[in-house]
């Protein structure tokens, strides 16, 4: 059932531990969301995970076996936030070296085109494209890539309420054709709406991890009953 | 439709789009097209005054000032042209280099790009021979040099530019792999060129050391660009010097690919660079061992006559020179240019080695022995204080009882003087040159617009 299993991730910046024991598993099919707020460590796990940063302990488990960093490439597709690679060169070409280099799909390249509303946008450089296009243009090449694990920092950010709905449901789509994504999340309005499970990330430590329901009852049991049923009281009761 | 993919050894495909992008990269680097709008300019300045000397010794005020070696293009006219390119090399590309490899940092491509399996080494080789084939584009200035010279009537002498070109091409080599290194290394491209010009600017000062210190100094100043450079300047190709260019060209680029991968912690990426730095000085000091060398010049400038090759070439006994003279002693210069460098081609087991108090020799020339050149020969000595070719030969011939070989006059290098002058070059290189670079810098913008 467990697709990725990530277990007691440490990661430390000389003193300061930005990860601590970090445990949580990704299922399969499901949209799981990394909640906290900023500072929180959410890139930093992302960033572990993928193997782009060293980590100083722990492990990503796949169907129990620990994936060396570079094995993980071959379940894991992470998307940074606040980047703009390429910058001199136009979308269209971005999406085809998308499918080009990491063998990606070129039967979904016009469906991500329309879903993602790049066709005005398809011969503008990536340096010049505002934060949104950027966003926008960066998701649907995420989506281009072959992996079963997606990783996505921050999806949502520089994004207006109707793409960031748009968004959610091209995100959806992907898991309604078999993909997983794990997408970190500051805004808990917008993880409320697309994540199916969650991990409540806070200084480095995971304070809990399951759907709505089961968090709620989470915060129950530690004695922090949040006033209302929603994300945002549960967050708050647990960190 | 999402499956777990092995990760195979090697895959065409996804290399080729790398060499795709790091090309569209290079063509849309500033610093590559300023690089090729200045190179034109550079050689033009390089070439026309060349011409202009070579025009003057070779008569054009109406008196030949010179004969045989004087009248060598290759010294003339190509060393001078070519070096353009070799500031080019130090001054221009580096920042190219630098602009290919951090620009994936800053931009956070590299963040991307390092979730294919694909190995760091493949990566930065991609980006090397698309640096590579840049300077290839550089290097049609000097080719543009060539073919105004044969319009000017000019003698080409074909090993002579092929090697002048395959020494810029490896220092070109160099300059690249030492730019991916340092941008690989530094978190930002104004740190990376800082480190390079550090470096280039510390091989100026090993040259100065080398020449005022002379013994280790010398022979580790032997390998710097600058007098790798000379050597191919001079139609010299040495097989040491190459494999020790491309040692050190493999080792800078593998150290690019150490630091490239994010993933791996700091201390495993320093301590496989010290091994690769270990690693890459037991290859340079293996390679110096090598010995053979081939002279394309013309005028065989760096070989004796055939005649007196083969009578050395029959000389078994091992030969020792001690040479008591300064190393900024001008006869010591004059000794090493004209009669060892030459030498040691021929009998590679000769050991030479100089004796002074000072670096300038200037206050020992009163000493006994200064000056002094003694050979020994299979345990026979003689003293000589002669610094020519002719000199050294002679005293070699007699302690080896070889009877010296006559001199033919066939052999004997007459040159090509032109007393041409450098009609259109001016227009070329100021003005075409500059006009087609930037019209292809705007339709390629254009193209990718």
Known sequence: ?????????????????????????????????????????????????????????????????????????????????????????????????????????????????????????????????????????????????????????????????????????????????????????HQIVDAARICDRFVLLSGGCVRGEGTLAELSAMATARGAAPREQNLEEVFLALT | MFARRPVPFFRPVPFVWLLEKEWRELLSSRAWWVMLLLIGPLVGVSFIGAVRTYAEVSGANGVATGAGEAFSPLVG??????????????????????????????????????????????????????????????????????????????????????????GHLLNAGLTIALAAATASLTDHPSTAAILTLSVTVGTWILNFIAAVQGGVWERAAGYTPTAMVAEFQHGLIRLDVVLIAIALIVAGLALASLWMRLGVPVRRRTCESLALAAGTIAAIIACSFATPSWDTSENRMNSFSDADETALASIRAPLHIEAHLAPEDPRRVDLERRALSKLRRVLPKTQVQYVSATSIGLFEQSAPHYGEIWYDLGGRREMSRLTTAEGVLETIYALADVKPPVESDEEIFRGHPLAAQPKGAAAVFYGIWPALIVAAGFLVRRRHA
């Open chain 1, 1 to 185: 059932m467990v697709v990725v299993r990530v277990s007691h991730l440490t990661k430390r910046y000389g003193h300061l531990t930005a990860l601590s024991d970090v445990s949580f598993s990704i299922r399969p099919g499901e949209v799981l969301g990394v909640i906290g707020p900023n500072g929180s460590g959410k890139t930093t796990l992302f960033e572990c995970l993928a193997g782009v940063l060293p980590d100083d302990g722990g492990a990503v488990l796949d169907d129990g076996r620990a994936l060396a960093t570079n094995e993980r490439s071959s379940v894991l597709f992470y998307l940074p936030d606040a980047i703009a690679p390429w910058p001199a060169q136009p979308v269209r070409w971005a999406l085809d070296y998308t499918v080009g280099f990491f063998g990606g799909r070129l039967d979904a390249l016009d469906d991500v085109i329309a879903r993602f509303d790049l066709a005005s946008i398809l011969d503008s450089p990536i340096g010049t494209l505002s934060k949104g296009q950027r966003k926008r243009a960066l998701l649907a090449m995420s989506l281009l890539t072959p992996q079963p694990v997606l990783l996505a920092d921050e999806p949502f950010d520089g994004l207006d309420l109707r793409q960031t709905r748009e968004v959610a449901e091209a995100l959806r789509a992907q898991v309604a054709g078999g993909r997983t994504l794990v997408l970190s999340i």
């Open chain 2, 77 to 166: 006219v190509w060393a001078p042209t070519f070096s353009a390119c070799e500031l080019a090399a130090a001054f221009l590309l580096p920042f190219v280099g630098i602009r290919l490899v951090s620009g994936d940092k800053q931009s956070g491509a590299l963040k991307i790009e390092l979730q294919h399996s694909m190995s760091a080494l493949a990566r930065i080789a991609a980006k090397a021979l698309v640096l590579l084939a840049g300077w290839s584009f550089a290097s049609a200035a000097p080719l543009v040099a060539i073919v105004l010279w044969k319009a000017y009537g000019g003698s080409a002498y074909a090993p002579e530019l092929v090697t002048i070109a395959f």
